[in-house]
């Protein structure tokens, strides 16, 4: 399952990379500049862009806080090194005490 989220975490990554990449450069920022011309109006695809990299950013929010979720339930099962320690200690032969 933790697997399968990851590779949907990485997926929605690069798609929110792409979908940020193509939004329209307002200050010299990262915006490849791909001309809009052959689309019905450049506002219309700028609010579509908007949504769709909102809708892309929450659901990569959300898949990354399920792994971690589901990360912390697997690590709460094993236990401390202090007490896997103790453990492989108190299996060694003990040493008598002198009287």
Not at 48 to 62: Q, S
Request: aromatic share 4%; hydrophobic share 45%.
């Amino acid at each position: 399952m933790e697997s399968l989220l990851i590779g949907i975490n990485i997926t929605l990554a690069i798609i929110l990379v792409i979908s940020v990449l193509l939004q329209k450069s307002e200050g010299g920022a990262l915006g490849l500049g791909v001309s809009q011309d052959n689309f019905t109006s450049a506002r219309s695809v700028g609010s579509f862009l908007t949504k769709f990299t909102a809708i892309i950013a929450t659901l990569f929010i959300i898949c990354s806080i399920a792994i971690v979720a589901i990360s912390r339930d697997e690590l709460r099962e094993t236990q401390s090194v202090l007490e896997q320690q103790e453990e492989e200690n108190s299996n060694l032969p003990q040493i008598p005490q002198s009287k």
